[in-house]
C-alpha cells in the first residue's frame, strides 16, 4: 500500500540539486552505510547506493558541511552486524530461524573480527567527512522528543536527531526516511520518488 505523505517540510530531489559550500547537512545512518559500508548493495535498492553516496561526495567537494550524531554508531553497527549475519547465513545455508544473531555473534569469533573491521572502516569514514553534533539525553530533551510523538511520525533515534539539528540550528537532513516530511521548519534532501511526488503534488518540492 503507498504511504500517504503529509509534506510539512520542505523537500530537494538530490538527483537534480547540485550541493553547495554554504550548505550545512544532518546526514542521516542509512545514508551513511550505503556510502561507508562495503556490502550495503545487498541490502540497498540501486538508488539508494548511487545517488546519495554520490550527493555526498558531491557535497564534499563542494565544501559542504556534513554532520552526525553519536547515535548513528548505533544504528550503522546493527545495520553492518544484521548484512553480515545475513550474508554468514546464505554462505552456509543455515536456517535462519534456529540459527540466531547472538549465536552468530558469540560462536563465530572470525565473524565478530570481521563484523568489528568493517564497522570500524564504516565509521573512521564517517567521522574523517564531517562534524559531530551532540545529543544530551537528559529529561527535558526526551520530553521534548516524546512531544513530538503527537504530531511527527518519527522513530526514537529520529526524535532525539531533531533535537539535536534543533539546538544547532540545522535546518537540512539528507536522508531516505520519509518520516522526516512530516517535520515543519525543515528541508530534506532525498532520492526518494515517493517523497518527491508527494512534495510536488503539494507544493512542498523545492528547486534551487
Known amino acids: 500500500m503507498a504511504i500517504n505523505y503529509e509534506i510539512q517540510a520542505q523537500i530537494v530531489d538530490i538527483r ?3 550541493p ?3 550548505d ?7 545514508v551513511w552505510y550505503w556510502h561507508t559500508y562495503t556490502n550495503a548493495s545487498i541490502s540497498a535498492a540501486s538508488y539508494q547506493i548511487e545517488s546519495y553516496p554520490d550527493y555526498l561526495s558531491q557535497a564534499i567537494v563542494a565544501n559542504s558541511i556534513l554532520t552526525y550524531t553519536g547515535l548513528s554508531l548505533s544504528e550503522l ?11 554468514f547465513v546464505d554462505s552456509q545455508n543455515l536456517d535462519p530461524k534456529r540459527f540466531k544473531t547472538k549465536e552468530y555473534r558469540h560462536n563465530h569469533p572470525t565473524e565478530r573480527s570481521k563484523v568489528i573491521k568493517e564497522i570500524e572502516t564504516a565509521w573512521s569514514q564517517v567521522t574523517s567527512t564531517s562534524a559531530p553534533i551532540d545529543v544530551v ?3 527535558v530533551v526526551t520530553n521534548l522528543a516524546l512531544s513530538r510523538f503527537q504530531s ?3 522513530d526514537g533515534y529520529d526524535l532525539f536527531m531533531l533535537e539535536a539539528m534543533k ?5 537540512q537532513i539528507v536522508t531516505d526516511d520519509g518520516d522526516f ?3 515543519p521548519g525543515i528541508i530534506v534532501f532525498t532520492a526518494n520518488s515517493n517523497v518527491v511526488r508527494a512534495a510536488k503534488a503539494q507544493g512542498k518540492l523545492l528547486t534551487r
Do not use: C
Open 24 to 30: 550545512v547537512f544532518m546526514v542521516d545512518t542509512n
Open 16 to 18: 537534480v540539486d547540485s
Open 167 to 171: 539546538k544547532e540550528g540545522i535546518t
Open 137 to 139: 539525553v537528559n529529561e
Open 152 to 154: 511527527q511520525f518519527l
Open 181 to 183: 516530511v512530516t517535520v
Open 20 to 22: 553547495r559550500a554554504e
Open 77 to 87: 553497527s546493527h545495520l553492518i552486524e544484521k548484512t553480515e549475519y545475513n550474508l
